[in-house]
């Protein structure tokens, strides 16, 4: 037999932190139990691609212009039908959909929460077995009462009550902060429990990987290409030359850079200077994990979780990490702004 840590399940893990909050009715307990199943639902389905008929594209493109893999609905199928069925959230904000998908009926109508979601991140990578995520983000409603709606979703990241991602790696887990630390929970996949295997993470004091798609190196802003000419020189006191590692799955590369103390940048270019990854499911809650993990997230100027989003699938450049490798990168930005 398998000797076995002293396990803390996600349910027991969060009933425990609900205690610290007198008032807490368990809204935001149940809201995290529907991700975690819904994210079980998905594992399920992504740990048989290749058995099931589940690889490739579904013919149809998604609000970005990107071509729908059929993952990509069923995911974001599963994510709907459980906030829905959960009934604590009003509405869900999801890269899958152009419009929020607001929650009309007697009990949701009463959820207290929205929730930006992308339900399947790096999914291009699905066909190569190679880890994918699902992102979310959680803010408390602006309105009263009724089906939620866009002014409820667009809340800069200061506002957010809890962010967190799930990564389909070489294990399932769950990570998230509801902003007293970030705590990580891997799926069991014996008996489909969240068990919680990385408490309070915190990025390394010793960092020394760069994570950016060097590919389109040409486009970069000067103070970018300064960067990683500065991470690829010799200095072995500051751990230089730094390692580049570079998955193109932003959960894959962010969880990665978190355990083992590294910067990811998705800058803007030339052509489109807000860059690729939007700002309410993607750059919001990878920037409150880094903050509430020791980090930074910035746009190359301003704090992430300061933009005021004008609309649901606005885009914004991505620098995160520990604060002394994306204060660097700031610093060259500032100093080689023009592109
Ligand atoms: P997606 O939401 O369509 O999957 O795109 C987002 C993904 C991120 O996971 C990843 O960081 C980025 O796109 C990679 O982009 P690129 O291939 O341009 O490097
Ligand atoms: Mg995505």
Redo the contacts with the bound molecule.
Sequence with gaps: MRSRKNIKTLTEFIIERQSEYPHAKGALTRLLNDIATAAKIVNREINSAGLVDIFGYVGKENV?G?AQKKLDVYANEQFIAALQAGAECCAIAS?ENEKVISFKNEFSELGKYVIAI?P?????NIEANVSIGTIFSIYRRKSEIGGGTLDDLLQPGVNLVAAGYVIYGSSTMLVFTTGKGVNGFTLDPTVGIFCLSHPDMKYPEVSNIYSI?EG?YIYFPEGVKKYIKFCQEDDPETLRPYTSR?I????A?FHRNLIKGGIFI?PGTKQHPTG??RLLY?CNPVAFIAEQAGGKATDGFNRIMSIQPESLHQRAPLFVGPKKMVEKAEELMRDFSAF
Excluded: A, F
């Design positions: 970005q990107e890269e992308d399947l991140d790096g999914s291009s798609n389109n570079y193109g799955s932003l959960v590369d998705y690729k990854l993607e």
